[in-house]
Every structure is written in structure tokens, then in C-alpha cells.
């Protein structure tokens, strides 16, 4: 038996060649300057905000030049996939607007997207590396591997399978052979170029150019069998998948610079041209004196789900990671930033820093920058999927609603910056709805700021003298009158002229009311309020407090 058909006998007989592979997976036909990227996440946990940023730079490199942006699921690590991370994947990604040309349920003609679905490929080109004597396999134990470390450790040689400590890379075929017929597991490694590594240059869309070390490691690139099936390493699936897929573009983390050298050494034993690479530096945060990276154990903020099941509307978020790519795009108004291209060169090798009260300041300008009506919808939307007692008021009282957001929004000039997300619109504007609103009825209410004995009378007289049509300047005259019946002064600076003559000034006398029918003593402009509620509702919330005073007057 010639080695050719030894080695063929280590892989499926119906194995493909590369060249079918090749045909099937023709290259795109791309306008110039089009590039074709793609997001890679691993199932194996919930997206990191540092995934968000990095796809959306993939996406952003692919629309913008009139290419394609690819999503490809990286699930070779059977071991470390957590159920359901690809399903929240694809949940993320439409919620920011992140859904790719392909991929992520999207079909393809360079698909499938998923690696644990592309088996068949990666084994035709390993077969082809060991074929050619690129590659071989390996027999060594997880136990004799952990003593070459060992030894590598007490000499202070690097860790890695190479020199000496490469066992099986002299074996001929006929020795493998053997080994295999008495069924001895065992991986492929790739075999690195023969000699002490030298330096290496690249170049990086971030970086500029890079000088590196070249690989001496004969690492691994397909795992032994488990439950039958032959899975490639990331290093070998993504040379290939990037490859067929014709990926132009790789944009990913800095974590992979280390990687380069034995990906281009792939790449050439493979006859593939490498793709352009731009490597993004971690996003960082500030803790105390000193930065560190955004951590998934330690920051809340550091997942994407945090952003969607708190409301913070896509296009803000967004617009705020764009701004932490470029730094010129951040202070810009976000119709004017979106129009504006992101340049991987201007991205900076220094992490940039999430701050999170930044982010809510552009949520905030983003929803009030929204009519009523357009942020009726996005509430309602993301109301249904993560507060649906909230989503049926909204559906029951939808003009209500749309009352409420209007407040502040028109004729005032500058309008209400009170939400940063979704998830605070209960807390405030909810007092608008009676399904949302608790009654006040304790006279002695902290909120209410004022004695009981003064509350009581002001509601007493209130409940019988309210009048609720008229003009604003009506409306609020009725306050002045009613604070000088109480004593108290009918504006502040008459009560700062002579705070001994009065109890308080007209204030206090309206917070009484703002307390009843809204709950908070802050809210948006009582009148505007009072006008969406009516009358009939704003007298029901008094009197619970006006039912305590009578029956305090009562008891005296």
C-alpha cells in the first residue's frame, strides 16, 4: 500500500477534495474596494459588549464599501457550548441591528455558518496537509504532553510541541500506521516550518506594521475523536472557513496578535491568500487610579443583554460605540455621526474606556430626540418582550400614552431628558396610568413635606375649591390664592423676604397635589399633567388623603 492510501485510510472514504471545495466556494464577485467581513462568536457564554463592537466595526466595514458581512458560529469547543448561547446571539444581533448578510439563519451560497456543520471541509484539507507532509498525526497522551511542561518548565523553555518534545513529528507513515491500527487516538498537528523561528512582518489595518516572532509550534490542528466525529482547532477551521467564505476583512480582538504567525504559516502551507486583519484593543474601565479590561465577572454593564433587557434603544448604543472607535464621531449629533464612516485606522491601539453614565447621556439625547409616537413604539416593543404588564397597560391606554411622552417634547423649547432606557419609564411617567399609580393616603407622608395637620386642611379645601378648566395662568393662579388662604406665600421670593411670616411658600402648597397625583415630588409639568389625567381622575387621587383628614377631623 502506497503512504497516499495509508494516509486516505486515516479520513472517511467519502472524503471531497479540496478542489470540489474550491469550485463550490468560487470567489464573490466584488465591486473594488468591497469587502467581505464576518463576526465569529464561540457558544460558549452570553455576548460580550467587546463582541457588539467588534461586529458592528465588521458591519459597518462591510456596508459601507458595498460587501458582504458574514456571521459564522465557531462551535467546535463541544465541551465548553452553553445551551441556548446561539439562540441569544441571534437575539442581540437583531436587536442592534446587527443582522448579517449571511449566516445567523440567513443562507448563503458560502455557507453553512455553523463550523460544526463544515466537518467534512476541514477534513479534506487536513488529509491534503498530511498528504503533502505538512502535517502528521500524533499519538501523545494528555499525560506525556503535561510532562514535556513540565520539563519545559524546569529548563525555562517555552511551552509547546516542538524540538525534542515533538514526539511523533519524525514517525513515518508506516509507524503511524501501526499506532492507528491498534487503535491509538490521536490529533494532527501541523508541522511548522523546519529551523529556529525567525521574525515575521505583517501589517495591520490598526497597527501599522507589525514585527513578531515567527511560529516554531507544531500545533494542533484537528482533535481526536469524540463521539465520532473529527473537529478542527479554531486556528485550523477559521484559516479555512475564512478562506472559502472569502473573507477580505478580519476585524477582531487584540487577544489574537499572538496568533498571527501560525495562521499566515497556515495560510501559505495551505496556497491561501491571507485576508487583511485589523486587530481592535479591548474595551477598558476605570477602577480607581487604574484601567483594566471590561469584565464579564466583575461589570454587569459588560453584557449585551444587560443593554436590551434595560431598554437602552439600539441606535443609541450604537451610536456610542462608534463613538469610542472614533473619537470625532462621539460628540456629534447621532444623524450626523450614522452618516459619518468609521475608519479602522483612526481606532487607536489604547482600549477605550466604557463609561457608562456617557452612554446614558446619548440615550437620553437619542430619546428625546424621538416624536411621541416613534418613542410609543420603541417602548411598546421592548415593553412586550421584557414587561408585559407594562406592554398591556400601554395597549389599553395608548393615547394616554402618547400624552404622556408628549409632555416636555412640544413648546418648551428644550425637551425632557428624564430616560435613558425603557426600563425607567415606569418609574417615570407609570403614575400616569391607574394601574400604575399607588394613592397617597397617609397624611404624615415624608414626600408630602409638610405637617399632617397642615396637609389635612390644604386637601380639605382643595378637594371642595379645584377648578380644572381654564388656562395655564388660571390654573396656577388658584395655587397662589390657595397658599395665602393657608398662609403661606404666593411665590418663593416672597417667602425668602420674610420666611417668618409665612408656613412656606407656594411650593410646598403644589407639591401636595404633585405628591397625590403623581407619586414623586418631582415630575414634568403639573398643568400639562393635570390636562392628560382630567379632572375626574386627578380629584380620585385626592381624595384618599382628603377620606384621611376628614376622618382625622373626625376623631378630633
Not at 194 to 205: A, C
Amino acid at each position: 500500500m502506497q503512504d497516499r492510501d495509508v494516509i486516505d485510510s486515516w479520513f472517511p472514504a467519502d472524503l471531497r477534495s479540496c478542489e470540489v471545495w474550491e469550485e463550490r466556494f468560487a470567489p464573490r464577485s466584488l465591486a473594488p474596494g468591497a469587502h467581505v467581513t464576518r463576526f465569529a462568536p464561540s457558544p460558549t457564554g452570553s455576548v460580550h459588549l467587546g463582541g457588539l463592537y467588534v461586529a458592528l466595526l465588521a458591519q459597518e466595514a462591510a456596508r459601507r464599501s458595498g460587501g458582504t458581512y458574514v456571521v459564522r458560529i465557531e462551535d467546535t469547543d463541544k465541551r465548553r457550548e452553553v445551551a441556548g448561547a446561539a439562540e441569544e446571539f441571534a437575539r442581540v444581533f437583531g436587536y442592534f441591528g446587527l443582522e448579517p448578510d449571511e449566516g445567523a439563519g440567513r443562507p448563503g451560497a458560502w455557507g453553512p455558518y455553523l463550523q460544526s456543520e463544515r466537518e467534512a471541509i476541514y477534513l479534506s484539507y487536513v488529509r491534503e496537509l498530511v498528504r503533502t507532509g505538512q502535517a502528521y498525526p500524533c499519538f501523545c497522551s494528555p499525560q506525556v504532553l503535561a510532562r514535556n511542561a513540565e520539563e519545559q518548565q524546569r529548563a525555562r523553555s517555552p511551552l509547546g510541541y516542538y524540538g525534542k518534545w515533538a514526539r511523533c513529528r519524525g514517525l513515518s507513515v508506516e509507524q503511524a500506521q501501526e499506532r492507528v491500527a491498534a487503535g491509538e487516538a490521536f490529533t494532527v498537528r501541523f508541522r511548522c516550518p523546519v529551523g529556529l523561528p525567525g521574525r515575521v512582518r505583517f501589517r495591520d489595518r490598526v497597527r501599522g506594521a507589525l514585527t513578531m516572532l515567527d511560529n516554531g509550534n507544531d500545533v494542533v490542528i484537528l482533535k481526536s475523536a469524540e463521539q465520532g466525529r473529527r473537529l478542527p482547532t479554531y486556528h485550523f477551521a477559521h484559516v479555512v472557513d475564512d478562506h472559502l467564505m472569502r473573507v477580505t476583512l478580519v476585524i477582531r480582538g487584540e487577544e489574537w496578535i499572538s496568533s498571527l504567525p501560525v495562521h499566515h504559516q497556515l495560510h501559505r502551507a495551505l496556497g491561501f491568500t491571507p485576508p487583511q486583519y485589523a486587530h481592535i484593543a479591548p474595551l477598558m474601565k476605570v477602577e480607581g487610579s487604574s484601567r483594566r479590561k471590561l469584565s464579564k465577572r466583575k461589570d454587569p454593564e459588560s453584557a449585551a443583554a444587560f443593554y436590551l433587557t434595560a431598554g437602552y434603544p439600539a441606535q443609541a448604543v450604537r451610536h456610542y460605540l462608534r463613538g469610542l472607535a472614533n473619537s470625532r464621531l462621539a460628540d456629534l449629533p447621532a444623524d450626523r455621526a450614522l452618516a459619518e464612516p468609521v475608519r479602522l485606522e483612526e481606532a487607536g491601539t489604547a482600549g477605550p474606556m466604557v463609561d457608562l453614565g456617557k452612554l446614558r447621556s446619548v440615550s437620553r439625547d437619542y430619546i428625546a430626540s424621538l416624536s411621541p409616537d416613534e418613542a410609543l413604539r420603541a417602548l411598546s416593543a421592548w415593553a412586550e418582550e421584557h414587561d408585559p404588564g407594562l406592554a398591556r397597560v400601554l395597549r389599553t391606554h395608548r393615547d394616554l400614552a402618547v400624552q404622556a411622552l408628549e409632555i416636555g417634547r412640544s413648546g418648551t423649547g428644550t425637551p425632557r431628558k428624564d430616560l435613558a432606557c425603557w426600563s425607567e419609564f415606569r418609574s417615570a411617567y407609570g403614575f400616569f396610568f391607574p394601574e400604575l399609580h399607588t394613592p397617597v393616603g397617609a397624611l404624615d407622608d415624608v414626600r408630602l413635606g409638610l405637617p399632617a395637620r397642615q396637609v389635612a386642611e390644604l386637601v380639605t379645601d382643595l378637594a371642595g375649591s379645584y377648578r380644572h378648566s381654564g388656562p395655564a395662568e388660571d390654573w396656577y393662579a388658584q395655587w397662589r390664592e390657595l397658599a395665602r388662604r393657608h398662609g403661606f406665600a404666593p411665590d418663593v421670593r416672597t417667602y425668602r423676604a420674610d420666611p417668618q411670616a409665612y408656613h412656606g411658600s407656594v411650593r410646598e402648597v403644589v407639591n401636595v397635589l404633585r405628591v397625590c397625583v403623581t407619586g414623586t415630588d418631582r415630575s414634568p409639568d403639573l398643568f400639562q399633567v393635570a390636562r392628560a389625567l382630567g379632572e375626574a381622575e386627578l380629584l380620585d387621587r385626592l381624595r384618599p388623603l382628603a377620606d384621611a383628614a376628614a376622618a382625622e377631623h373626625a376623631i378630633a
